[in-house]
C-alpha cells in the first residue's frame, strides 16, 4: 500500500485543483447570467472580483501544500492538523474571506475520509 501521508496530498492537491475548475465554471454561468440580464452589472462585477480571489487563494494553497516535508509526519492525523493549520494561517494572513477555508476543510475531510477507508 501506498503511503498514506503521500497518497493524502497527491489526491488533496487534485481535490483543490478540482475546486479551481468549478470556481471558473460558476464564474462563467455569473457571466452568463449577466448576458441574460439576470444580475446587474454591479453584482457581476462584485461576483468576478471574488472568483477570482477564491481561485487565486485555492491556487496559492497548493504552493503552500508542494512545500510541505512528508518526513515530518509520522501519521495522518498530524499531517491533517500541519495542513488545516497552514492552511488557516495562510488564509487568515492574506485575510481572505472565511468561505475559502470552508471550502478547503470539507476537501481536507474528504480525502481524509477517503484515505482511512482505504487503510
Known amino acids: 500500500m501506498a503511503d498514506p501521508n503521500a497518497k493524502f496530498l497527491k ?16 464564474q462563467r454561468r455569473s457571466g452568463e ?8 452589472e454591479y453584482v ?21 501544500i ?8 509520522t501519521n495522518l492525523d498530524s499531517l491533517v492538523e ?10 487568515r494572513d492574506r485575510a481572505e474571506p ?3 477555508f470552508a471550502f478547503v476543510r470539507r476537501k481536507i475531510a474528504k480525502v481524509r475520509a477517503y484515505i482511512e477507508a482505504d487503510e
Open 11 to 26: 489526491v488533496l492537491k487534485a481535490e483543490l485543483e478540482d475546486l479551481i475548475e468549478d470556481i471558473g465554471l460558476v
Open 33 to 40: 447570467r449577466h448576458q441574460r440580464g439576470e444580475i446587474t
Open 44 to 64: 457581476f462585477k462584485e461576483n468576478e472580483a471574488l472568483f477570482r480571489l477564491e481561485a487565486e487563494a485555492v491556487r496559492e494553497l497548493l504552493s503552500i
Open 66 to 73: 508542494d512545500a510541505i516535508d512528508l518526513s515530518l509526519y
Open 82 to 91: 500541519a495542513v488545516e493549520t497552514r492552511v488557516r494561517e495562510a488564509l
Open 98 to 100: 472565511e468561505a475559502i
